[in-house]
């Protein structure tokens, strides 16, 4: 078992920046990829970013350029910079983490490809 744990989320303004930080504890040697996905009311998840064991990234396309997923060494934490918010932006953000390893889909962006998550956070970004 895996546990996750997130923190940073809160009320920005746009054009703000929110750092998150997911903490993940248990078995996390079988880990290789850990992401961060995002659901606002009324829409389905959405895969935002992710990382590999390797250092590979993968973003949405609405986030490249404004956020920056990152992993600290020991790989227990994985971050997500946002820059540049926009109101658009709101919403519950998730962390994730799973066991895939495929080398024709490095990075899956359906939810289910993920075993574990955490309990969510509020990020709300205000016009």
């Known amino acids: 078992q895996v546990q996750l744990v997130e923190s940073g989320g809160g009320l920005v303004q746009a054009g703000g920046s929110l750092r998150l930080s997911c903490a993940a504890s248990?078995?996390?040697?079988?880990?290789?990829?850990m992401g961060w996905y995002r659901q606002a009311p009324g829409k389905q998840r959405e895969l935002v970013a992710a990382i590999t064991s390797g250092g590979s990234t993968q973003y949405a396309d609405s986030v490249k350029g404004r956020f920056t997923i990152s992993r600290d060494n020991a790989k227990t934490t994985v971050y997500l910079q946002m820059n540049s918010l926009k109101p658009e932006d709101t919403a519950v953000y998730y962390c994730?983490?799973?066991?895939?390893?495929?080398?024709?889909?490095?990075?899956?962006?359906?939810?289910?490809?993920?075993?574990?998550w955490g309990q969510g956070t509020q990020v709300t970004c205000s016009s």
């Open positions: 248990g078995n996390i040697a079988s880990i290789n990829i």
């Open positions: 994730a983490a799973s066991s895939w390893r495929s080398p024709l889909v490095p990075v899956p962006k359906e939810p289910r490809a993920y075993d574990y």
